[in-house]
Nanobody
Framework: QVRLVESGGGLVQPGGSLRLSCEAS????????VGWFRQTPGKQRELVAN??????TKYADSLKGRFTIGRDNVASVWLQINDLETEDTAVYFC????????????????WGQGTQVTVSL
């Protein structure tokens, strides 16, 4: 079992930046990939970016450039968001997968509770 805890969300003005963090505990060595997803009310959860155990990264095509995913160690993954836009307002979820660089929510075995990001004046 793997437990994921997100942090770093909050209220930020357009053009600002945030760094979200995801801390994993438990059977972390069973995990290949950690991904960040986001969801807004009434919409499906969408992949923002993911990173494999050896550091290979993938990003959603529509979000390249402002988002950067990285990891400090096997249990700590972050998501840097720059030039935030109001459309980035969402709950951001960290998820872990035993598969390599899966892009679908069904590829992920464990999920955090999410952290709210609100971009507003």
């Amino acid at each position: 079992q793997v437990r994921l805890v997100e942090s770093g969300g909050g209220l930020v003005q357009p053009g600002g930046s945030l760094r979200l963090s995801c801390e994993a505990s438990g059977s972390i060595y069973s995990i290949n990939t950690v991904g960040w997803f986001r969801q807004t009310p009434g919409k499906q959860r969408e992949l923002v970016a993911n990173i494999s155990d050896v550091g290979v990264t993938k990003y959603a095509d529509s979000l390249k450039g402002r988002f950067t995913i990285g990891r400090d160690n096997v249990a700590s993954v972050w998501l840097q968001i720059n030039d935030l836009e109001t459309e980035d307002t969402a709950v951001y979820f960290c998820a872990a997968s035993r598969l390599r660089l899966g892009r679908d929510v069904n590829d992920y075995d464990y999920w955090g509770q999410g952290t709210q990001v609100t971009v507003s004046l």
